[in-house]
């Protein structure tokens, strides 16, 4: 589970098979964040500014310019020229006129940290979670878990639940976010794993789950349908 980040090169190829996760830092200094929020586009631009508390605004600045010097990287554009357009739900996707190169990608954060994973044609589906201490665990199981990982997550000591729970979140979350089902459907999609074993999707379809360790104290999964990919983690 735990993954080498390393840095990206400079001829940055995506074969066929091949899923490649961007490890972000959303906490960019500030000359930094001027030159990410000049490749935003004007509806980006009028969104960041929304935001009520400055740090939100500013990690928004970085997550959206770095996604878009890391499209540009695959598309051979600049990020500027990367366009988006939106699904239900918010969620972007590259606009038509890219639709030739295939590429498909999924976007998440969480506090100061975010991956984006990239791949050619099949659905992808990427979440990332900051494992905090919560008091209501196991009703939170009960509510949106099946049966049997509710029994699995009471199982465990209450330092073993945090982390098993958030992993149950991010599985069933990245293979949502990469069907497009909404969080209503969190307690129809099965996940079987254990502390010490990967989780799998115990679903009809041919699809793949990665579990990924970006931070000490964070969790995150990929989900992409099909199967026999190769994944490769790079550091922006």
């Known amino acids: 589970m ?3 980040w390393l840095p990206a090169p400079t001829d940055l190829t995506l074969l066929p098979d091949e899923i490649h996760v961007w490890r972000i ?6 000359i930094q964040l001027q030159n990410l929020a000049a490749t935003l ?19 928004f600045i970085a997550g959206r310019g770095i996604l878009r010097a890391i499209l540009g990287r695959y598309l051979g554009i600049q990020p500027l020229q990367v366009q988006f357009n939106y699904q239900q739900r918010g969620k972007p996707v590259l606009a038509d ?3 030739d190169s295939g590429l498909a990608f999924n976007l998440s954060h969480s506090q100061g940290l975010g991956l984006c994973a990239v791949n ?6 990427v979440d990332l979670e900051y494992i905090r201490p919560m008091s209501d665990i196991e009703a939170l199981a009960k509510r949106f878990f099946l049966p049997r990982e509710y029994e699995m997550l009471r199982s465990l000591s ?32 099965e996940v079987s794993l254990t502390p010490t074993e990967p989780a799998k999707l115990r679903i009809t379809e041919d699809w793949s ?9 964070y969790v995150a999964a990929v989900a992409v349908a099909n199967l026999g990919w190769n994944l490769k983690s790079w550091q922006y």
């Open 2 to 4: 735990n993954h080498f």
């Open 97 to 99: 006129t890219f639709a």
């Open 158 to 189: 209450p330092n073993q639940q945090q982390e098993v729970f958030f992993r149950y979140w991010t599985c069933k979350e990245a293979y949502l976010k990469a069907t497009g089902d909404g969080l209503s459907q969190l307690e129809q999609i």
């Open 209 to 217: 789950l990665f579990e990924l360790v970006p931070a000490n104290n």
């Open 25 to 30: 830092n959303l906490e960019q200094p500030e």
């Open 120 to 125: 050619c044609t099949s659905p992808i589906g």
């Open 41 to 59: 586009s004007s509806d980006e631009t009028a969104r960041a500014e929304r935001f009520y508390f400055q740090e939100h605004r500013q990690r």
